[in-house]
């Protein structure tokens, strides 16, 4: 065989190996492509089901968030900044925060600034829980969706501690009998002997057995009471700065109606006051500082920023401003300044240099950093009229209640939920539990009723508290660790029922528990207390709520002073 026959055979049969290598080549390609088709396909699914199954879930976080949310450690690594913010904020402000509360402040006050704050629309939904249009009456069973039960449960859980009603009294006599609890002042001052004198003429007040104005039986001591309002009347200067930019400030007639009422009402009569303002700040045994924090928030914070960062700076701005003009913040670290604010982030935007005021909270919560006796728990006053503010009050006799329990209102918080799950589908007749329902069927509801649930929302308070006793309905507090509003003078269990949330489920039995006879005693009290809760618009009338306020500021500043 000759060698150009043997090299075309093996020319040819390397073209067909090649031929075979180019198929082989052009199917691992298409493989290739198929492959990674494939997996293009997987990751965007992949992505696509987290998106939809994560954006409700950050939709309701975002309309849900509160400053409760704050409360709850997800635990996120804190940069250096934010671990040494409150180490920063007491070397600044020459103070160190009380022992109680450290801790917490230390686990919440990144998320706080940080984290998503509640929308405007879940803001003004708190304004209009109890408000609607007559087609919005629920039925008595409404159903509540599992996943909005879920969602409830992720926004915020049950304290871990609860503290009793009586043990808050406990902790309130102690704060006011340990001389370690005062912060003294740098310098002396004759309005420190005046403080003085007043504490020993209170705590040695002579015995007062009846009063043709105060029901003995609704206050912890009657007679240190009366002694400690009467020299209230007497001694108390209170000196207003006048520095502040309005609305923020100095602006109490764009708060005067709503569920942050309080805010406006108060700074409206201070500011007023011919008995206890004084224009010379040498002889005030209190300061007042006039901003509102329902304005703070409607003016400054930024919507969908879920950072309150600003305000918080706008605040503690504030501070340096009247101690770089004025020498008495310092004398004291603020111990003798007050302010009252009604809105849920008060708390959390008032705490570092604010932590020493005397800080009248709605937020009154002892779980978290509210001082007992030293912070004041300020009534959430729901005015519908700025010129009616206390509404058409009064109800039923006791013998024309014929509804054991009422409740209605949205779905806000954890408890709410819990509640209406359990007893809206009951078959009792006497318990009107309801979802949100119209103003005029409430107030009926109300006055019809002999006991009406008082179920926290976002936050511990609620202004059902002081419609409930306006109403002359007795209050049933559901709320773990909420400060009942002027603990320091009235004693809430002769008028009022505190249910644990755990004992939602035992509710109409704890409620059936109570004798007849002790019931017509209990409305009875509500009765007499309803002066303490009632605005007055030309001039306050001795006991109103305005002194009461002023009057827990008051008694506190007093019984710091050793």
């Known amino acids: 065989m000759s060698i150009s026959v043997v090299f075309n055979r093996n020319l040819s049969s390397f073209q067909v190996v090649m031929d075979q290598i180019r198929g082989l080549r052009f199917l691992g390609q298409a493989r290739t492509c198929r492959v990674v088709l494939l997996m293009v396909l997987v990751v965007a699914l992949v992505l696509g089901l987290q998106y939809f199954e994560l954006a409700p879930l950050s939709i309701v976080s975002h309309g849900n968030g509160n400053v409760s949310e704050f409360r709850e450690s997800n635990g996120t690594t804190k940069s250096a900044e934010n671990k040494t913010f409150l180490a920063s904020q007491q ?86 009998n340990d001389p370690k609890n005062s912060l003294k002042p740098r310098w002396g001052s004759k309005v420190d002997e005046e403080l003085k004198t007043a504490r020993d003429k209170i705590k040695n007040a002579a015995l007062v057995k009846k009063d043709d104005t105060l029901y003995a039986p609704l206050y912890h001591n009657l007679s240190i009471f009366k002694r400690s309002y009467e020299l209230m009347e007497q001694t108390l200067k209170v000196y207003v700065h006048a520095e502040g930019d309005r609305p923020i400030f100095h602006q109490p007639e764009a708060m005067m109606e709503g569920i942050y009422a309080s805010e406006g009402w108060f700074m409206k009569l201070m500011e007023s006051s011919h008995r206890f303002l004084t224009k010379d700040p040498t002889e005030a045994h209190l300061f007042y500082l006039p901003f509102s924090s329902r304005m703070l928030q409607l003016k400054l914070y930024v919507h969908d920023s879920h950072s309150r960062r600003n305000l918080v700076k706008y605040l503690r701005n504030y501070i340096d401003l009247i101690s770089s003009n004025h020498p008495f913040w310092n004398r004291t670290l603020g111990s003798d300044h007050f302010f009252t604010a009604c809105h849920d982030w008060a708390p959390a935007e008032t705490r570092g240099p604010y932590m020493n005021c005397i800080r009248s909270l709605c937020n009154a919560d002892v779980g978290v950093d509210f001082v007992v006796g030293k912070d004041v728990s300020l009534p959430e006053t729901k005015v519908s009229s700025a010129q009616n503010p206390n509404g058409k009050i009064g109800g039923n006799r006791p013998s024309k209640r014929t509804i054991l329990a009422f409740f209605a209102g949205n779905l806000h918080g954890y408890v709410r939920p819990i509640l209406l799950n359990h007893w809206s589908s009951r078959p009792e007749p006497d318990m009107k539990i309801f979802n949100r329902i119209d103003h005029k069927s409430y107030i009926r509801y109300m006055k019809r009723s002999r006991f009406c649930v008082c179920a926290k929302g976002y936050e511990v308070n609620s202004p059902r508290v002081v419609e409930s006793i306006l109403y002359g309905c007795v209050p049933v507090i559901i709320s773990d660790n909420f400060v009942p509003p002027f603990l320091e003078i009235l004693n809430w269990e002769s008028f009022a029922v505190f249910v644990p949330e755990k004992e939602i489920p035992n509710l109409r039995k704890i409620l059936v528990s109570i004798p007849v006879r002790r019931y017509v005693e209990m409305h009875k009290r509500v009765s007499k207390v309803q002066k303490h809760f009632m605005w007055h618009d030309d001039e306050p009338v001795r006991y109103d709520i305005f002194h009461m306020i002023l009057h827990s500021v008051w008694y506190n500043r007093v019984f710091q002073t050793f």
Do not use: C
Not at 98 to 124: C, G, M, W
Not at 142 to 160: T, Y
């Open 91 to 176: 070397a600044s402000s020459g103070f160190k925060p009380y022992n109680s509360t450290t801790k917490v402040l230390k686990s919440i006050e990144h998320k706080f600034l940080n984290d998503s704050p509640k929308t405007e629309a879940s803001q003004r939904s708190r304004g209009n829980e109890t408000t609607s249009s007559v087609h919005s009456l629920q039925p008595k069973n409404p159903r509540i969706h599992k996943k909005h039960e879920e969602s409830q449960r992720n926004i915020k859980k049950p304290p871990l501690v609860v503290i009793s009603i009586t043990q808050m009294n406990n902790m309130l006599w102690k704060r006011h």
